[in-house]
């Protein structure tokens, strides 16, 4: 008889703990957010309250499962994702239904790694169309989602650099590439027009150094300024040449490449004397 009452009090109990619980199932991918590929073990902390805090690890895909019975009293989680190595952490706040009977979550979360900003303070390239000697009135950045007006950069970047103490040591190269489909003398063309603009925007002819490259190889660096993760500063160049043009099939990302070509570029030199 005492073995009957003990079975229906445990009953009571479940079914009492049944009604003031709720199912929640969260299945989650952790990403990196710049290249979206998967991080492996991730730290994973679901928090329902402070006193409430479960930590779990992620596999070799980033992938985790979260699966308990939680008090319907809660109504929302925090999701707080870390990583070994150079990431920052970040924190979720997900809303759940205790009303119903189970809750499943399945989602994506990314996570970003740590970022480098870098200023050379120097010029950026200055594009022209095929067969062109006089560059295109604007510049774009962010695949063509921001643009500034070419002649209106030249010259208060002049007079920044004429004005900066810090720079009275350097000297500018201007070197000038074509893409190989281009007049063998359009690369020189363009290297003497551009370095009339910037004489004509009063930077002295002492502190110019003409290099015309015309159709020999490109070393493309794509994140030379701005802010970059970590893992793309100290990146190798980009080498652009007659034999990546050749292999690359994609006709967009042949003329991504021979675009690269058609344009004077610049970079930080001592002084000649």
Request: charge should be positive; hydrophobic fraction near 35%; proline fraction near 4%.
């Amino acid at each position: 008889m005492r073995a009957i009452c003990l079975y229906i009090c445990i009953l009571i109990c479940i079914s009492v703990h049944a009604q003031d619980s709720t199912l929640l199932r969260l299945e989650g991918n952790v990403i990196e957010s710049f290249l979206k590929t998967s991080i492996k073990y991730p730290t994973i902390s679901i928090f329902f309250n402070p006193d409430l805090k479960y930590v779990i690890q992620g596999d070799s895909s980033g992938l985790f499962l979260f699966e308990r019975m939680i008090p319907k009293k809660s109504f929302e989680l925090m999701v707080k994702i870390e990583a070994d190595g150079k990431y920052m952490g970040c924190r979720h706040k997900l809303s759940i239904d205790t009303n119903n009977a189970q809750n499943i979550i399945c989602r994506e979360f990314e996570i970003s790694p740590l970022i480098t900003c870098i200023d050379t303070w120097i010029l950026p390239d200055l594009p022209f169309e095929m067969n062109k000697t006089k560059f295109n009135k604007y510049i774009y950045f962010n695949d063509r989602e921001d643009s500034l007006w070419a002649d209106s950069v030249i010259i208060i970047w002049s007079k920044r650099f004429l004005n900066n103490p810090n720079y009275e040591d350097q000297c500018i190269e201007i070197v000038s590439y074509s893409d190989y489909n281009e007049r063998e003398n359009v690369s020189k063309k363009r290297l003497e027009y551009v370095y009339k603009k910037l004489i004509d925007a009063g930077i002295p002819p002492e502190k110019l150094i003409l290099t015309n490259r015309n159709k020999e190889k490109r070393n493309y660096y794509k994140y030379r300024d701005g802010c970059f993760p970590y893992y793309l500063v100290d990146n190798q160049p980009f080498i652009i040449d007659q034999e990546l043009i050749k292999k690359t099939e994609n006709d967009y990302d042949r003329e991504l490449y021979s675009s690269l070509r058609r344009v004077v570029t610049f970079n930080w030199k001592r002084n000649k004397n």
